[in-house]
């Protein structure tokens, strides 16, 4: 278990300000961000390799701020993996296994060795120079030699980027495998929101040196906490605008008052220009309110489709992206555009086209606030 | 047009001077070899002074030398590695004895290793004498030319990212460890160059030792005596004999660099 309360650290001119997540024991967590966001400070402050000038550091229920980096388990995979060019692969694989810190004695190093060359293909590999491997082999056997000195934290710092997409796939999934098997915690810094929805249990989303929020991925992509979060996530429909309590004036709608264990959330309408949403939820706090709806969650069809969802929309279609089996269609309600993701055949059997009347649809639930 | 003209004029000017600079620098010792190369070692057959002077030189540079790099590695280090308070102050003292006058170094070293010194006399009785012994020729050539050492084992240090040794220190590895499987392997060719520099430097120093031990002689001194007893003739074969020695370190250096540039290409 890592967690980090107020952790501050500085690295020449940069600085991480009072950092506060929690990737509990066995899980695995994904830092997103920007570049220069302060990704790989916070995994070298975790490491160890950069001391904290605040706050608290505990993994595995201890305060390690003070604890040297080769006292604390911890497996590091940089981006450019970092492999020792002096020596061989498998010198590489082995540097750490057995070592003083590590769990395991000579023999279970070896075995552990054996292990990890088998999992990620690498024996055609071991007899290698490091110079002459190709950028994704030297990210595989980086990521061997952390594992193979069996860390109780594994910290990866983009460590599939260099890999081709079907090499990415297998060892996301060994690396994962190992992850359940050997109930390892995982941190790993990721710019792909994909890979951070598919790895992730606890998505850390980190910019300019600060945390701007962290939770399960589903709930940072689903409900991100202000627009800028949104955008950054890619969600492409963000509209500002201004929202309204609706138990005032007894929406037809809703029968009687909320209950009890609903208490806190609300139903709302939110209105941008000429646009009026209607959603659930806690009411934001602050001036301004933006309303997010993720292009997924939208629905277009030809003819207005009766259904449970309470936002139904006429507009015409201003534009359509093609990408590849993907489409990003966008519709203009009264001058608002509102994108939807579409699987390029529901265009093609929708006869979709630009200048087209079409109604989009979403849930009052896809709709989220801040 | 003009704009196409000012780059090959300026491109024929560059190679002019530089040229000039290079026949500047090449004639005088080519011209030295050239008259004095082969009489020089067919001399070291029959001078027995060239050849005890040939032995000491290499001895008391090699010495000096050792001493540099013992002494000087952890200092290289700290600079490429730690900020703190003084750093460029100390970085300052380093440079100090390589833009002093040799001659004045000299003194200065005489002025605290001599008999009349502190120091001189302490040494003394531990039955040590600097002056006018090979020890004093050591301290001349340490002082000219550690700094040297410092300089580039201090950018050999720095040339290796902080990462490797990173990665080590999580990979169970304690700061010396470290230092030694990781930083000193892949700093070593760098280190080594700049050991030879500095003893190339040592070798051919003169002004400092001149006036600590100007007996027992280095080739150096050997050199200036023949030339000012005998004349240039009986100079010659003696200073060409010292270039000869020269050369091997440099030659040894330009072979220890194209391999590090090699290597250096597959680096991360």
């Not at chain 1, 000429?274 to 030809?302: D, K």
């Not at chain 2, 703190?84 to 004895?97: E, H, Q, T």
């Not at chain 2, 290796?160 to 700093?187: H, K, M, Q, S």
Request: hydrophobic share 50%; glycine share 10%.
């Amino acid at each position: 278990m890592i967690i980090a309360e107020q952790l501050s650290a500085r690295l020449g001119g940069f600085r991480l300000e009072q950092v506060s997540f929690e990737v509990p024991e066995g899980s695995y967590g994904v830092v997103i961000g920007p570049a220069g966001s302060g990704k790989t400070t916070l995994l070298e402050t975790v490491a160890g390799i950069i001391t904290p000038t605040g706050g608290t550091l505990r993994i595995g229920g201890h305060d390690v701020r003070t604890l040297p980096p080769e006292r604390r388990r911890i497996g590091l995979v940089y981006q450019h993996g970092y492999l020792f060019p002096h020596l061989s692969v498998e010198e590489n694989i082995a540097y750490g296994a057995g070592a003083a810190g590590a769990d395991s004695g000579a023999d279970s190093g070896a075995d552990a060795v054996a292990e990890v060359v088998a999992r990620f293909e690498l024996a055609p590999l071991l007899r290698r120079d490091v110079v002459s491997l190709s950028g994704g082999e030297r990210q595989l056997v980086a990521i061997a030699r952390a594992l193979a000195m069996r860390p109780r934290i594994l910290l990866l710092d983009e460590p599939f980027s260099a890999l081709d997409p079907a090499r990415r796939a297998r060892t996301r999934r060994e690396v994962r495998i190992i992850h359940r098997e050997w109930q390892l915690t995982v941190l790993q810094v990721t710019h792909d929101f994909t890979e951070a929805g598919m790895l992730g249990d606890v998505a850390i989303l980190l910019d300019k040196g600060r945390v701007l929020q962290s939770g399960r991925p589903e709930e940072v992509f689903r409900r991100p906490a202000s627009p800028y979060i949104a955008e950054f996530l890619g969600a492409e429909n963000v509209l500002s605008g201004t929202a309204r309590l609706l138990e005032d004036v007894a929406p037809d709608w809703i029968d009687g008052a909320p209950p009890l264990e609903a208490d806190g959330h609300h139903a709302l309408e939110f209105s941008s220009g000429s646009l009026t949403l209607y959603t659930v939820g806690a009411v934001p706090s602050g001036g301004q309110v933006y309303a997010v709806i993720r292009a997924e969650e939208v629905v277009i069809s030809r003819t207005p489709q009766a259904s449970s969802a309470r936002n139904l929309f006429r507009g015409h279609i201003r534009e359509i992206t093609r990408l590849g089996a993907y489409a990003r269609v966008t519709l203009d309600v009264d001058g608002v555009p509102l994108v939807a993701a579409l699987t390029a055949r529901s265009v093609h059997e929708l006869g979709l086209a630009e200048g087209v009347e079409a109604f989009a649809t979403f849930k009052a639930m896809a709709v989220h606030l801040c | 047009m003009t704009g196409k003209r000012l780059p090959a004029v300026s491109a024929i000017l560059s190679a002019i001077a530089a040229s000039l600079l290079l026949l500047f620098l090449v004639a005088p010792i080519g011209e030295l070899v050239v008259q004095g190369g082969a009489a020089g070692v067919r001399q070291l057959g029959r001078d027995a002074e060239l050849r005890a002077a040939l032995v000491l030189t290499g001895a008391t540079a090699t010495i000096a030398t050792l001493l540099g790099v013992v002494t000087g590695t952890p200092v290289a280090y700290l600079l490429a590695r730690r900020r703190f308070r003084g750093r460029a102050v100390l970085s300052a003292i380093l440079d100090l004895p390589l833009v002093i006058p040799h001659p004045v170094a000299g003194i200065a070293l005489l002025l605290v290793l001599g008999r009349e010194s502190m120091v001189g006399q302490g040494l003394l009785l531990a039955g040590l004498r600097v002056v006018g012994t090979p020890i004093g020729i050591v301290c001349a050539m340490l002082f000219v030319s550690a700094p040297l050492f410092v300089s580039g084992a201090r950018e050999a240090f720095a040339r290796v990212d902080p990462r490797y040794e990173a990665v080590a220190r999580t990979l169970g590895d304690d700061g010396w460890r470290v230092f030694r499987r990781i930083t000193l392997p892949l700093a070593g060719r760098g280190l080594l160059a700049s050991a030879v520099v500095m003893w190339a430097r040592a070798v051919s120093e003169f002004g400092a030792i001149v006036i600590l031990t100007y007996n027992p002689k280095t080739v150096s001194v050997l050199s200036f005596d023949r030339f000012t007893s005998y004349g240039l003739s009986e100079a010659i074969p003696v200073a060409a004999v010292l270039v000869l020695i020269a050369l091997v370190p440099l030659a040894l250096l330009r072979a220890l660099r194209g391999e590090r540039e090699l290597h250096a290409g597959g680096m991360q």
